[in-house]
Every structure is written in C-alpha cells, then in structure tokens.
C-alpha cells in the first residue's frame, strides 16, 4: 500500500514539476517575459560592451581613417585636453540648463493643455487638428523666426528645443488622460460630481503614472534637440563644440561631445525612472 502511494504521489507531482520547468525555461522568452536582475545587468553591460569591442577593433586593425574613427584612447584624451582648458564643466552647465529650461516651459504649458484637450470636446475640436499638424514641421526650419523674434540670447535656444517638444508632449498628455477607463468617470458622475472634480480627483490621479512616463520621453526628446538649439548664435555648450570640432576635423572631440551627450540624457533618462518607482510604487508592484 505505501509502494502504491508513493508510486501515485510521484506520479501526480512530475507533471506539476515538469510545467513548472517549462514555465520557468519559457518565462524569459515568452511574450513579456522577465529575467533575473544579474542576468538582465549582464545582458545590459554586454550591449554596451559589443559596440565599444567593435570600435576598439576598428581601431586595432585600421579598418577605418583614424581622421574620421579615432580611437577609444584619441576620444579620453580629448576629453582630458577639454577638462584640462577649464571649457567642459561650463560647456556641460549651459547645455544642460538649456536643455531644463526648454523642457520645464514645454511641460508646463502642455500639461493643463493635453488634460483639457483629452477632456472637453471644444478644447479637442479646436486645438488638436492644430497640433497633429504643428508637431510635423522641423524645429530648425523655425530658427530663421525665432532669430528674428527673439533674437540670438539664451531665450533662442530655449525656444528652439520648446519647439521641438511642446507640440509632441501635448498630444502625448492628451493621449494619457483619453486613456483612463470610463467607467470611474461615470462612477463619479453618478455619485454627484462636478466636471472640475472628475478632472481633479478621477482623471488626473489616474493618468499620473503615464504622464510622467511622457515627460521621460520628451526630456529624451529635449537632448537631442539640442545641438539643433545651438546652432542660434551659440559659443557655449556642447552642441556648440561639436559644431565648431566639425569644422576643423577634429573628430575625437566630436566623439567625445555625442557621448558626453548620451551619458547625461542616459542619466536623467535614469533619474525619471527612479522617480517613476518613488511615486507610483504600486504600479510596478502591478506589473
């Protein structure tokens, strides 16, 4: 009789063991699968390390002009040169304050403007054929105006990346209020509240979590505005210095100037996240 039971126990546990073994061998590539924390750092570090590999063989080998592919070791001497002449720190401070400002200006007029657009039909009727059609013509081509209006300060600039962001992160607000379920909405309506309090305590709430995960895109979007920002009369920034390394060949510092871009929008791009999980610690206990 024990013989028999065990015999029977084994047998109704292997096909639980056996799908949990298959569960946990698809759970990686299934669709939204997850992986452990070590392996998905590891997998993050090797993206990072294949291109760097092939750049540094690129070098070794001479597959390319150094003139126009320096070597990893040309790029940290320059950066070494630029730090040592006292222009880096400077260049990094005027760039990222002109990157801030025209983000903050954008999200705070877009903000109350996608919420109403997403919300009240006339506001939509009025504004978002506008602005689907605004967003599709290139911030440089305004440059020439924003010269003639605002002239050549650090306002140009400013406007220059507003341009460029503004337009997209509306619609994009506008898009993560349209989102929220209906049914709170009617819930509330029900209950006796007024359109101000379904915006305010059922819309807005709601929405939060994808409207920051907006503002992350557009400060993403905001970088890469800005060597476009500082080609107004610019003699800052780092925009600036790749534009003037180009026109005398030095492409080290050009490399130097895109990556040092890359490492502070990477590193905003990081804060937004950790921001992100502070606020809403439920919603990716959720996912």
Known sequence: MKASAMH??????????????????????AVRGELPGRVALLLAAAGFALPFALWVCAS??????????????QVVHQLGEWYADGDLPADVLVSVLRVLGGFLVSAVIALPLGVMIATYAPVRALLEPLTEFTRYLPAVAFIPLIMLWVGIDE??????????????????????????PGAPVE???????TNGEIVKHV??????????????????LSWTYLVVAELVAANSGLGFSILKAQ??????????????????GLTTDQAFRWLHKRCFPWYHLRA
Do not use: H, Y
Request: net charge positive; with cysteine.
């Open 8 to 29: 029977n126990d084994l047998r109704e546990t292997a096909p639980a063991a056996g799908a949990a073994r298959v569960r946990n061998r698809r759970s990686a590539w």
């Open 60 to 73: 070794v080998f001479a597959w390319a002009d150094p003139v126009f592919l320096p070597s990893p070791l």
């Open 155 to 180: 306002s140009a600039k400013v406007a220059v990346i507003w341009v460029g962001v503004f337009f997209q992160m509306v619609l994009m607000i506008a898009e993560d209020v349209a989102r929220v």
């Open 187 to 193: 819930a509330a309506r029900t209950l006796g509240a």
């Open 203 to 220: 819309l807005i709430p709601a929405a939060r979590p994808a409207m920051l995960t907006t503002l992350r895109g557009c400060m993403c």
């Open 247 to 264: 026109r005398f060949l030095q492409t080290d510092k050009i490399f130097a100037g895109i990556l040092l871009i890359g490492l502070i």
